[in-house]
């Protein structure tokens, strides 16, 4: 009995179970589990963005450049703001600038924005979280930038015709192609872009409330307003030469050609009634570039033109417009937008690449603003004065 259980102990049984083998299969169904998942995600992933770059590409009719939408690549290699005062604005400043690519506040303080070259306009985000940027025009078309106070730096879009922000920052308007797209602003993202078509040669110049005011030829008179959801229409006005911006009860300011003669008169418009006249004012030489900036109050119109043989900015006192209507000079010729801080005080760059700040008070006094330079500023990147509230 002894020799027979030894005998059994001795021989090694197969386990009815293995343990090692359950394990490889578990782990190879895991696996294979975690595959299948993750080609689905991808799946999902590739329809939605596919979807949304269709809203801003093809699919949304366009015949042009496709406009490039741009996600955030690396959102840990933001640079840092800095409180550096060098360079510093000049003193006086009240507005923040954008030069050589670095947003320079009134107080000195300075955020790099990396990959952003000469600019053409740049507009503060609602809430002051940030500011949008429009590039200068380029053979590839201009692009848009939103850059945020963390040191996040985002193109909106690249390959687009004229760009136009809405005073409160909330909206965008742009040429693609044949079209007219208008989209609203939330984040680093454009939404709910809305689009029509253009004639040959018309382009977006500013947004009056939720109109987007558009410039029929550049060679001659007329606008029309296109109200996003709609067809654009245009009206019976045929001899508004530039729009200067809204009054406070939404009425516009623009220039106007005088009747037969090759002058121009100042006209107060009414933007319900395909921009009729409602009252002009004729007397002072006005320059045609467009260039104008009405105060917050409504009641001042800073505008380029001419005094003698001598181009100037001029002030022009709204509140008299009429057959009298007489100016005051004011600076040099500005260029760009103006940028109006309070209602008696506006800063603008001139021809010069200077900054240029309108005192009405002094001006009205006799004393005209004068240019200062800005430190910093390269050959060929003009500084940009930053325009919203």
């Not at 990959?115 to 809430?127: D, I, Q, R």
Request: glycine fraction near 14%; include cysteine; proline fraction near 8%.
């Amino acid at each position: 009995m002894r020799e027979t259980l030894s005998h059994q102990v001795a021989v090694a049984r197969p386990l009815s179970a293995d343990p090692a083998g359950q394990a490889i299969r578990r782990a190879n169904r895991i696996r294979r589990r975690r595959t299948a998942g993750g080609l689905a995600l991808a799946a999902v992933a590739t329809v939605l963005v596919s979807t949304g770059m269709a809203q801003l590409g093809d699919g949304s009719g366009g015949q042009g450049t496709p406009i490039v939408v741009i996600g955030d690549p690396n959102p840990s290699a933001r640079p840092i703001p800095s409180a550096t005062a060098a360079p510093a604005p000049p003193p006086g400043t009240s507005v923040d600038l954008l030069v050589n690519g670095t947003l320079v506040s009134a107080q000195g303080a300075r955020l790099e924005l990396p990959g952003v070259g000469p600019a053409e306009a740049a507009h503060l985000l609602p809430g002051g979280a940030g500011w949008l940027v429009v590039g200068a025009p380029t053979a590839a078309g201009r692009s848009l930038w939103v850059a945020q106070r963390d040191g996040l730096v985002q193109v909106l879009l690249a390959g687009a015709g004229a760009i136009v922000v809405a005073p409160d920052g909330r909206q965008v308007a742009w040429r693609d192609g044949t079209g007219l797209l208008v989209a609203g602003v939330v984040g680093t993202q454009l939404i709910g872009p809305v689009r029509t078509a253009l004639p040959a040669d018309a382009e977006p110049v500013r947004f009056v409330g939720d109109s987007v005011l558009v410039r029929l030829d550049p060679d001659r008179a007329g606008h029309a307003l296109w109200r996003p959801g709609a067809e654009l229409t245009v009206g019976a006005d045929r001899s508004t030469l530039s729009v200067y911006g809204p009054l406070p009860d939404g009425r516009l300011v623009g220039q106007v050609a005088a009747g037969d003669t090759d002058g121009t008169c100042l006209a107060v418009l009414d933007p319900k009634r395909d921009l009729k006249r409602l009252s002009t004012g004729c007397g002072p030489q006005l320059s045609q570039d467009g260039v104008g900036g009405i105060s917050t109050d409504g009641r001042w119109l800073l505008v380029n033109g001419r005094v003698g043989k001598a181009d100037r900015a001029l002030l022009v006192d709204l509140r008299q417009l009429g057959p009298d209507l007489t100016v005051v000079p004011a600076g040099p010729p500005a260029t760009g937008a103006i940028a109006w801080k309070t209602d008696s005080d506006a800063t603008y760059v001139d021809g010069a690449g200077q900054l240029v700040r309108v005192e009405v008070g002094r001006v009205r006094a006799g004393k005209q603003a004068q240019a200062v330079p800005v430190p910093g500023v390269q050959q060929g990147n003009r500084p940009v004065v930053v325009t919203g509230s």
